[in-house]
């Protein structure tokens, strides 16, 4: 199983909601990211995490706050958006944090009233 | 830092036509390499990698090779098809950089029945 989930697929909120995006795999991966994908861009990445440990933050804001529970989750918490921060949000996996192949997810295309 | 440059698109090519994508790039280390493809409405999927000098990567007739003298690894197709319509992106990843995943711009591909 190659395959890297992600639920919602879509996400409509207003700026004054808290939502989550999850993301969940099952290869055993010990790394997982967040990444932001804007139309026509490449994805910049927010987060990694190693080992369930978060080994960088790309200097997200505080609206962001990312969870992994256990080695095949990971959460994106989100509190008081703006609209600047629709997009495509795009999780993935790694063996581990040593610049192999990513796996990645199909995203959750999120709307910030 | 590092960085990858792509060509700019969108290429638009005949259905059996040969694709080239160039792509360069900058890295004070030994990085590795990839392709990723994102067809519409999804996330990225790897499409080849090469982790090391004079390496030729290849997949679903697509091939690149690692040439550190011209530190390039340009994507080559001998006969597209419409269903290689997507946007491609050169990325490296190497120890100096952190293992980071840096992407190219994305480079989009139309192929015309």
């Known amino acids: 199983d190659t395959e890297v989930t992600q639920t919602p697929k879509h996400l409509v909120m207003g700026m004054t909601n808290k939502k989550s995006l999850k993301c969940e795999q099952h290869m055993g991966h010990r790394a997982m990211y967040w990444y932001k994908q804007k139309a026509k861009k490449p994805p910049e990445l927010m987060f990694v995490y190693s080992y369930e440990k978060l080994s960088i933050n790309e200097s997200v804001p505080s609206r962001f706050s990312p969870e992994c529970p256990n080695s095949s989750l990971l959460n994106l918490h989100l509190h008081a958006l703006q609209p600047e921060d629709s997009a495509l949000y795009l999780c993935?996996?790694?063996?581990?944090?040593?610049?192999?192949?990513?796996?990645f997810g199909p995203g959750t295309r999120l709307l910030v009233l | 830092g590092n960085s990858v440059t792509q060509m700019e698109g969108p290429v638009t090519l005949s259905e059996e036509a040969f694709l080239t994508i160039n792509c360069t790039y900058t890295a004070t280390g030994y990085p590795s390499l990839f392709w990723y493809v994102q067809y519409p409405g999804e996330g990225l999927q790897l499409l080849l990698k090469?982790?090391?000098?004079?390496d030729k990567g290849s997949n679903k007739g697509f091939e690149a090779t690692y040439r550190k003298e011209t530190t390039s690894f340009h994507l080559e197709k001998g006969s597209v098809q419409v269903s290689d319509s997507a946007v491609y992106f050169c990325?490296?990843?190497?120890?100096?950089?952190?293992?980071?995943?840096?992407f190219g711009a994305g480079t989009r591909l139309f192929v015309k029945a």
């Open positions: 090469a982790t090391k000098a004079d």
């Open positions: 993935a996996s790694s063996q581990d944090h040593g610049g192999g192949t990513q796996y």
């Open positions: 990325a490296l990843s190497d120890r100096d950089g952190g293992f980071k995943t840096i």
